[in-house]
């Protein structure tokens, strides 16, 4: 059997080129599908690409989500949700796997939809952004409104028509896209665009704000229903009235808004008054005042005259003090004439206490006191004055026993230095050192001559001493 029959007809492919025609043959086949099936192991890659998996009761198929397409939809993929991918088939050759490219989320029926609202929702309201409390009142007469909504609908011209005929008052309006892709963030960014206007600006400040769209199916009002929407809302510094869709239909928004309208008109209605109606009770309210007050003053001017009627004449008010006075002036004539009676009596005893002899004898035996008294007192003051000079007389003999000045008249010297530091020992004296002698008539200058006097007394003092006999 030659070499060349044992070779098989079959070419050869390497792994490359064999994951390469596979690939061709998947993308040429489905280039264009439409796939149904529930989201499982959803990851969001750090590089913004989103993985997940298809897959029902008996396959998984692989998705992937590139960033630019990510940002671009609507739908945000959910884990367990089922939804109808649209999309491209294609393979991984680094993994021998295929995978569908996804263009376009889809939620698979209004049921599934419905769902995933109803999760979204048990989600925020255990956040506590549904919470009745923290919802604010609207102000009464708002001076200016801001609406959120389409500038090219019907809504806004309901709303403007509205308040027109109840109370006008100033609008702006934020255009926003209430329908599509980008419809939720453009309605989040007009909420918060309305709350960083400055109050006092060039643009006035909303005092209420009006978040605004027709009816519409629920996938028309999926944009009110997204999270980025309700958190604006909530976050809302400005009271918010949400009027999207007619009365039955309901969305998100509604939930966190401070006040939920059935319709645009109806949001009208609810931010403002009706003028005339205000007029109305103003000018009801006028007539009530004026008649009040007309009631009141003819009640006062009644009880008056009632009163003037009752009180008496002036003579008859002034008669009775008018005749006390008299009897006072008759009784003050005879009191004036008692009381000098009675002070002259008065003083008339005291003088009779000031006779000249009582007063005399006073004064001299005053003056006999005083002059005894003295006599005690010079007594007392020189045997004191005697006491003490005895006493310092003995203390100054004390003095001078002890003073150093007997001992100078006795013939010693008091030896000081130039400093005035006395000196007690020869041997402090330095040889040269200039000496103040002070003897008992006054002081001399001296000079040290040096150790040779103490050498000369030391050796005298040993000749004249006697030897040990032993």
Same mark, same amino acid.
């Given at each position: 059997?030659?070499?060349?029959?044992?070779?098989?007809?079959?070419?050869?492919?390497?792994?490359?080129?064999?994951?390469?025609?596979?690939?061709?043959?998947?993308?040429?086949?489905?280039?264009?599908?439409?796939?149904?099936?529930?989201?499982?192991?959803?990851?969001?890659?750090?590089?913004?690409?989103?993985?997940?998996?298809?897959?029902?009761?008996?396959?998984?198929?692989?998705?992937?989500?590139?960033?630019?397409?990510?940002?671009?939809?609507?739908?945000?993929?959910?884990?367990?949700?089922?939804?109808?991918?649209?999309?491209?088939?294609?393979?991984?050759?680094?993994?021998?796997?295929?995978?569908?490219?996804?263009?376009?989320?889809?939620?698979?029926?209004?049921?599934?939809?419905?769902?995933?609202?109803?999760?979204?929702?048990?989600?925020?309201?255990?956040?506590?952004?549904?919470?009745?409390?923290?919802?604010?009142?609207?102000?009464?007469?708002?001076?200016?409104?801001?609406?959120?909504?389409?500038?090219?609908?019907?809504?806004?011209?309901?709303?403007?028509?509205?308040?027109?005929?109840?109370?006008?008052?100033?609008?702006?309006?934020?255009?926003?896209?209430?329908?599509?892709?980008?419809?939720?963030?453009?309605?989040?960014?007009?909420?918060?665009?309305?709350?960083?206007?400055?109050?006092?600006?060039?643009?006035?400040?909303?005092?209420?704000?009006?978040?605004?769209?027709?009816?519409?199916?629920?996938?028309?009002?999926?944009?009110?229903?997204?999270?980025?929407?309700?958190?604006?809302?909530?976050?809302?510094?400005?009271?918010?009235?949400?009027?999207?869709?007619?009365?039955?239909?309901?969305?998100?928004?509604?939930?966190?808004?401070?006040?939920?309208?059935?319709?645009?008109?109806?949001?009208?209605?609810?931010?403002?008054?009706?003028?005339?109606?205000?007029?109305?009770?103003?000018?009801?309210?006028?007539?009530?005042?004026?008649?009040?007050?007309?009631?009141?003053?003819?009640?006062? %001017? @009644? =009880? #008056?005259?009632? /009163?003037? $009627? &009752? !009180?008496?004449?002036?003579?008859?008010?002034? +008669?009775?003090? *008018?005749?006390?006075?008299?009897?006072?002036?008759?009784?003050?004539?005879?009191?004036?004439?008692?009381?000098?009676?009675?002070?002259?009596?008065?003083?008339?005893?005291?003088?009779?206490?000031?006779?000249?002899?009582?007063?005399?004898?006073?004064?001299?035996?005053?003056?006999?006191?005083?002059?005894?008294?003295?006599?005690?007192?010079?007594?007392?003051?020189?045997?004191?004055?005697?006491?003490? %000079? @005895? =006493? #310092?007389?003995? /203390?100054? $003999? &004390? !003095?001078?026993?002890?003073?150093?000045?007997? +001992?100078?008249? *006795?013939?010693?010297?008091?030896?000081?230095?130039?400093?005035?530091?006395?000196?007690?020992?020869?041997?402090?004296?330095?040889?040269?050192?200039?000496?103040?002698?002070?003897?008992?008539?006054?002081?001399?200058?001296?000079?040290?001559?040096?150790?040779?006097?103490?050498?000369?007394?030391?050796?005298?003092?040993?000749?004249?001493?006697?030897?040990?006999?032993?």
């Amino acid at each position: 059997m030659s070499e060349a029959a044992a070779k098989p007809n079959l070419p050869e492919f390497s792994v490359s080129e064999i994951a390469g025609l596979l690939k061709r043959t998947v993308e040429d086949a489905f280039p264009f599908v439409r796939v149904r099936g529930e989201i499982s192991g959803l990851k969001n890659a750090s590089s913004g690409h989103v993985y997940f998996d298809l897959k029902d009761d008996k396959a998984v198929l692989n998705a992937i989500i590139w960033k630019q397409t990510a940002r671009l939809m609507k739908l945000r993929p959910e884990q367990g949700l089922e939804v109808v991918c649209t999309g491209r088939i294609t393979t991984y050759p680094g993994s021998s796997r295929y995978q569908i490219i996804v263009e376009q989320i889809e939620l698979a029926g209004i049921g599934a939809l419905m769902a995933m609202l109803e999760e979204r929702k048990k989600k925020l309201a255990a956040e506590g952004l549904f919470d009745a409390a923290r919802k604010r009142p609207l102000p009464f007469l708002p001076d200016v409104i801001g609406v959120i909504t389409s500038p090219t609908g019907a809504v806004i011209r309901d709303i403007m028509h509205r308040l027109n005929d109840r109370f006008p008052r100033r609008v702006l309006l934020w255009p926003v896209a209430v329908q599509g892709e980008k419809a939720a963030s453009e309605v989040a960014a007009a909420i918060v665009g309305f709350n960083t206007f400055a109050a006092g600006g060039s643009i006035p400040r909303p005092d209420v704000l009006i978040v605004a769209r027709g009816g519409g199916s629920i996938e028309d009002l999926m944009a009110f229903n997204e999270e980025v929407v309700v958190r604006a809302a909530v976050a809302s510094a400005i009271p918010l009235i949400s009027a999207v869709g007619h009365e039955t239909d309901t969305t998100l928004i509604d939930f966190a808004s401070d006040r939920r309208a059935p319709t645009p008109t109806a949001a009208a209605e609810m931010a403002v008054p009706v003028r005339t109606e205000l007029l109305g009770q103003t000018l009801d309210l006028e007539r009530r005042t004026l008649r009040c007050f007309s009631k009141g003053m003819e009640d006062r %001017r @009644r =009880h #008056l005259s009632h /009163l003037a $009627r &009752v !009180l008496p004449r002036a003579d008859q008010l002034f +008669a009775q003090p *008018r005749q006390r006075f008299d009897h006072a002036a008759e009784r003050l004539g005879h009191a004036l004439r008692q009381n000098l009676q009675v002070h002259r009596r008065s003083f008339i005893e005291v003088a009779s206490l000031l006779r000249p002899g009582p007063i005399a004898t006073r004064l001299r035996i005053s003056v006999e006191r005083t002059a005894s008294s003295g006599r005690q007192l010079n007594q007392c003051a020189n045997a004191r004055v005697a006491e003490f %000079r @005895r =006493h #310092l007389e003995s /203390l100054s $003999r &004390v !003095l001078e026993g002890v003073s150093y000045r007997g +001992a100078l008249e *006795r013939g010693f010297a008091l030896v000081r230095s130039e400093d005035g530091t006395i000196r007690r020992r020869a041997a402090a004296v330095k040889s040269g050192e200039g000496l103040s002698l002070t003897f008992a008539d006054g002081s001399v200058e001296a000079v040290a001559a040096g150790p040779r006097g103490r050498t000369k007394l030391q050796s005298k003092t040993k000749a004249d001493s006697q030897g040990d006999l032993f």
